[in-house]
């Protein structure tokens, strides 16, 4: 479906409140995404995916102001990232709200707010989603809909057609639970960009 019309985004996002999968741009690479409060739905993301169940998954927001929907004891280096980063291929991890199901994460999440005018209006319909690329676990991630189409069809209801994803790569993630920070997946931002946005 054409992410330009503004009925079918809200029609992606009817679905998602009924429990149903869905595949969208992002500012990095397409994301398949489920209510993150809605455990039976997420856990159709492994399904989808054959995702091991061990890997947690993501989180996606229209804004930084609801972190706390789903973060708990957001520190202040995490908060100057958000700040700095967001929107943005950021993604921080931080301590989890018992109010996210344990199908997303474990103790801890990464949470993210895209540089993308569509993922923004959909997560701003339907509220934070549980995020992961719209591929099959293991293969290249997806920059365009086709692309999710040829490695998901028949797997997901409904795949919003955004154009092409303009980062091309999935977003750097970086652990702020410690003393120091630690990169856990590199990406377009390098450590040494965090660290000099935080002097």
Known sequence: MSASSA????????????GRLVAFPTDTVYGL?????NEDAVEKIYLAKDRP??????ILLSSAEYMDLVAAGIGSTAMRLAQRFWPGPL????????????AVAG???????PDHPLARALLGL??????TSANLSGNSSP???????????????????GGTSPGGIPSTVVDCTGEELVILRPGPLSLQDLLTALN
């Open 107 to 113: 103790t801890t999440v990464g949470i993210r707010v």
């Open 143 to 161: 920059v365009t809909a086709v692309e999710v189409l040829e490695q998901l069809d028949g797997r997901v209801e409904i795949i919003l057609d």
């Open 91 to 102: 993604t921080i991890v931080v301590p989890k709200s018992d109010r996210v199901p344990d």
């Open 7 to 18: 009925e079918n985004v809200q029609q992606a996002a009817e679905l998602l409140h009924q």
């Open 126 to 131: 339907a509220g934070p989603l549980a995020v």
């Open 33 to 37: 995404g489920a209510v993150v409060f």
């Open 53 to 58: 169940p061990d890997k947690a998954i993501p």
